[in-house]
């Protein structure tokens, strides 16, 4: 991959990160969300450029990509435990659950949308396939 496509894909990883940190947090709490915009920001900016770690690009074993899909995740909570300690946030154990949950359901969503787009991408190329295969079928004949 090159390094602007890399790029592109960390901003919109980074976008749709940030975009459901803040709209999660608009509805459980407006005053969290005034104060902690900017610590978002950058959990959303470290999380995309971490996007390597859940690329799996075809060398991986199945194995490794959930190791990998752990490491991510973890390093996520990181982030969300440093917050708490450099921020005062007071999120306590209850908190810091809550953003587990949060955290996981934002995954959950992200990967479904990689999914769906590259279901899409596959469905799109199986197409082309079937075009070309009854092409050249058709002047075989």
Avoid: C, H, P
């Avoid at 971490?50 to 060398?59: G, M, Q, T, V």
């Avoid at 949308?113 to 197409?127: G, L, Q, R, V």
């Amino acid at each position: 991959m090159r390094l602007v496509e890399y790029l592109k894909s960390v901003f919109r990883l980074s976008s749709m990160i940030f975009t459901l940190l803040a709209t999660i947090n608009l509805f459980i709490s407006k005053d969290t969300l005034f104060d902690i915009i900017e610590y978002m920001l950058v959990v959303s900016v470290i999380s995309g450029l971490l996007r390597f770690i859940i690329e799996d690009n075809e060398s991986y074993s199945n194995r490794r990509i959930v190791i990998n899909q752990i490491i991510y995740i973890g390093l996520i909570l990181v982030q969300i435990v440093i917050g708490d300690v450099l921020y005062d946030w007071g999120l306590g154990f209850i908190g810091l659950v809550k953003n587990f949950g949060i955290t996981l359901l934002i995954y959950a969503f992200i990967k479904f949308f990689i999914y769906s787009n590259d279901k899409k991408e596959a469905d799109e190329i199986n197409e082309l396939i079937q075009q070309q295969k009854e092409a050249s079928k058709g002047e075989s004949e």
